[in-house]
């Protein structure tokens, strides 16, 4: 019996799968796919990244205590300020988040009604508490004057949230739904899901080192530092993925997508830092090229992050790891499996 | 329990815990001191120490700067249609040598001397969106009268190390914000959220014996009791420079100062 990192109902459906040239496919669990759902998940995932660039141009504009209340706004709970100076910016992030929390709200009825895979009906739970404490973060920073560990955590937790919601869209997608995945198994160690993880782990860090930056909590130089650390890590994963899984559309695709990501970051990164601190450090106020590098800079970084999970889901799903101790030497040919 | 049971009970302490802090938050704002000028003045302030005004000298002179001029940064104010002053920064003021905006204070010498806070208020005024005067000079427990003339709301933030951080807005013709520093601290920066180049400095003391150059460059400091002092000459950009001065009774002694070009 093949004994490997899958949960119990793909082992089922290991035990007869039809044989491919290079590999085995799985069928996929009995689920139906939902149109309406999926767009709603698409649009949630869209809208994060909205919230992520509105947020983005708050801390660069430097207007987060534009609006000096919360949850009020000026006082009011509906009133919509005249939006001048820091207040565009600050106001328009809130009425963002509002939406956003809005649909999370409606996804996750949705998902409790309609879903039958209650794994992800719990996800859809975790992704309503994720929202309700990012809001909470982002009063508790604008009631406590922008402290460097709650921005920080604020903007970390913005990200995380942006993944869930990106990995939500995947899981109610078509493809998700309905297609055989194809597997083979990673007998190479470190293991291409091992890779995977330490990417997002590297990828975490570096969130944290960059907003802790950006909230005055922390010097440039331990994220810069950290970019190298993650450039290698990120390339050495998706060589890894190129080079053993190319047959596999949904492991190469992502991986093409994370490495051309690590390198627009890397630029962006480096434009962010001649903008901001060789040349902006004593600027009289928020310029253009520094608003826009780092924005883009935050935005690509939380697109980096949300591929990188990605590819960590697909790997799971299409690259188990083979187990040596557990697994004899002929069944770890694939055709064998 | 089973499982369903307890997903949903994680859930739903989860959220209590969360409504929980946010009622936490709401309640610390209701709970912070009232913005009234006592709110941070000590609780009793000791008898003024009598300064004999028939001894009294004077210290006066004029910071220099020792270098070209810097050119004064422009500023951007297109983003608020109600601001329309004169756009250029104000952190190096340099007019034929002379350096404008120096606080200039008696950083020691006076012992243990008590003084009395004045009673009328400092006033710091914003219009054209930006804060007038730039540098302000005002005694631990002194009013500081804060007034909105622009047609926008401005919002003013203080972010002390030594004294408590506020944070709050004014819309145009709203009444005049009252404010006290309780505690000694120079170069406090406030600065206004609506409009990131509206910066200024407060400089909280706990003497009368302080002053801030004007576009000439020149300061004087009135009043001093004879003896040895240290003269601090502090620039928001440049540092501070400090000066040891003897004054002898009815004494007028000039002190002057310059500042070198901040090093790139």
Redesign the interface.
């Not at chain 1, 001048?84 to 565009?88: I, L, S």
């Given at each position: 019996m093949v004994k490997c990192r899958v949960g119990p109902g793909r082992l089922r459906a290991l035990r007869n799968p039809p044989r491919h040239p290079r590999g085995t496919t799985l069928k996929a669990i009995a689920t139906t796919y939902n149109r309406g759902h999926h767009r709603l998940a698409v649009i949630l995932a869209c809208w994060t990244f909205l919230l992520i660039i509105a947020g983005a141009l708050v801390t660069s504009?430097?207007?987060?205590?534009?609006?000096?209340?919360?949850?009020t706004s000026?006082g009011s709970w509906y009133k919509i300020?005249?939006l001048?100076?820091?207040?565009?910016f600050e106001h328009t992030h809130r009425m963002i988040a509002q939406g956003a929390g809005l649909l999370t709200i409606i996804f996750t009825v949705w998902t409790w009604r309609v879903e039958k895979r209650r794994w992800l009906r719990?996800l859809a739970?975790a992704a309503l508490?994720t929202v309700?404490?990012q809001g909470?973060l982002g009063?508790?920073t604008v009631?406590f004057?922008l402290p460097p560990p709650v921005s920080s955590a604020h903007a970390a937790l913005a990200q995380t949230f942006f993944c869930i919601a990106v990995a939500m869209a995947l899981f109610t997608g078509r493809k998700w739904v309905e297609e055989q995945p194809r597997v083979e198994f990673d007998q190479r160690r470190p293991s291409l899901f091992t890779l995977t993880l330490l990417s997002i782990f590297v990828l975490y860090v570096q969130l944290i080192l960059g907003a802790l930056f950006r909230h005055h909590g922390l010097s440039w130089w331990p994220h810069v530092l950290n970019a190298v650390v993650v450039s290698f890590v990120l390339a050495w994963t998706a060589v890894r993925a190129l080079t053993a899984y190319p047959q596999i559309e949904a492991v190469r695709r992502p991986a093409i997508l994370m490495l051309s990501l690590v390198i627009a970051q890397l630029c962006l990164g480096f434009t962010a830092f001649l903008t901001r601190i060789a040349w902006g450090q004593?600027?009289?106020?928020?310029e253009l090229p520094m608003v826009v590098s780092t924005v883009a800079h935050v935005a690509v970084g939380a697109l980096l992050l949300a591929t990188t999970v990605i590819l960590a889901i697909q790997v799971w799903r299409h690259v188990p790891v083979a187990l040596e101790e557990r697994l004899p030497q002929a069944q770890r040919d694939p055709a064998a499996a | 329990m089973n499982k369903k049971t307890g997903w949903i009970e994680i859930t739903v302490g989860m959220l209590a815990l969360c409504a929980l802090l946010a009622l936490a938050a709401c309640s610390k704002k209701e709970e912070a001191p009232a913005a009234s000028p006592m709110a941070d003045q000590p609780a009793m302030a000791p008898a003024a120490t009598p300064i004999d005004p028939a001894t009294v000298a004077t210290i006066n002179g004029t910071v220099k700067f020792d270098g070209p001029a810097p050119k004064a940064s422009k500023i951007d104010m297109s983003q608020d249609p109600g601001c329309k002053g004169m756009n250029e920064a104000e952190n190096v003021v340099v007019n034929g040598g002379d350096l404008a905006n120096v606080f200039v204070y008696v950083k020691d010498g006076l012992g243990n001397r008590t003084f009395d806070v004045p009673k009328d208020p400092v006033v710091l005024d914003q219009s054209g969106c930006k804060y007038h005067p730039h540098i302000l000079g005002v005694m631990a427990g002194q009013t500081v009268q804060i007034k909105n003339d622009d047609p926008t709301t401005h919002n003013i933030h203080p972010t002390p190390k030594d004294n408590r951080e506020w944070n709050e807005s004014q819309p145009p013709s709203s009444p005049a914000i009252e404010k006290s520093f309780a505690r000694e601290e120079i170069m406090l920066p406030v600065k206004c959220n609506q409009h990131p180049w509206m910066k200024m400095y407060i400089n909280v003391v706990k003497t009368p014996f302080y002053a801030v150059t004007g576009k000439d460059g020149k300061y004087e400091i009135k009043g001093l009791p004879p003896g040895d002092y240290t003269i601090a000459f502090v620039q928001e950009k440049l540092g501070e420079q400090d000066q040891k001065v003897t004054v002898a009774a009815k004494d007028t002694k000039t002190v002057d100062q310059s500042f070198k070009p901040a090093a790139e």
């Open positions: 504009n430097d207007a987060g205590l534009s609006v000096p209340d919360w949850p000026f300020p005249k001048v100076g820091g207040v565009k719990v739970l508490g309700i404490a909470i009063g508790l009631l004057f004593n600027a009289v106020q928020p | -």
